[in-house]
């Protein structure tokens, strides 16, 4: 069912993300369906390591986009529940290793995945091999939109809104990235950050709805935020 679109090319990434990671390989359950994936065998020593590097280098492992999130899990099967068609076109925000944005390609929409680690994107480009004629892959820094001249009718984000310090960041990109009359679906596993989340970006002019995706793994729901902004926002 998948092809790989090239091998050599694949092969090239996997070298660079070896380079500095190790890398394990198996198969996730993505859009109802059973995806090669590949990932960190150990983010908390990834996180531990950037924490210790006073380097600049640092910022380019960013340890938080190797974690396997189960809001990007929720976000999956909430996209499931949505009508998806080829001409869908869908901007993931802060892709990680593209598990939401690649369950929006399996579901048949052009997809571009973004991150501002330069490790995410080979990760997002490696993960994303058997869909290249869905899947575009684009350098995003929130604080920096320059040059950045898509728009898109849906945007989608996954455990993004963790950080209250990063919302004044967040506000303006998203409002950069959206279509006129288009949504942002973000999804976090119920923290109270989230909760701030949802009350500061009403008042930043945006209606926020909410809905909850049970994974049945014994812990609390996803919380998908659906946010429109006002029309008479500015």
């Not at 802060?94 to 991150?115: E, K």
């Not at 898509?150 to 506000?171: K, T």
């Not at 909760?195 to 945006?206: P, S």
């Amino acid at each position: 069912m998948h092809t790989l679109a090239d091998p050599r090319n694949a092969l090239k990434l996997l070298k660079r993300l070896e380079r500095r990671v190790q890398i394990v390989h198996g198969h996730t359950q993505i859009a109802g369906q059973d995806y090669p994936w590949a990932r960190v065998v150990d983010p908390d020593r990834l996180l531990e390591q950037t924490l210790s590097n006073d380097q600049p280098e640092s910022a380019v492992l960013d340890p938080f986009w190797a974690a396997n999130w189960r809001a990007a899990q929720g976000l999956d099967r909430y996209l499931g529940t949505l009508t998806i068609n080829p001409q869908t076109r869908i901007l993931e925000l802060g892709g990680g290793s593209g598990r939401a944005g690649i369950s929006a390609a399996l579901r048949g929409a052009q997809v571009c995945i973004t991150d501002a680690s330069s490790m995410a994107l080979i990760m997002c480009r490696y993960n994303a091999r058997f869909l290249t004629d869905h899947v575009q892959v684009r350098k995003l820094d929130w604080s920096n939109t320059q040059g950045f001249e898509q728009r898109f009718p849906i945007v989608i984000g996954s455990d993004i809104v963790y950080n209250p310090s990063l919302y004044p960041i967040l506000e303006p990109c998203m409002r950069q990235v959206i279509e006129q009359n288009g949504v942002v679906l973000l999804s976090e596993p119920q923290r109270h950050t989230g909760d701030r989340f949802e009350n500061w970006i009403r008042k930043a002019g945006w209606r926020c709805d909410s809905h909850l995706i049970d994974l049945e793994d014994g812990q609390r729901e996803i919380r998908i935020f659906q946010c429109r902004l006002n029309p008479d926002a500015s």
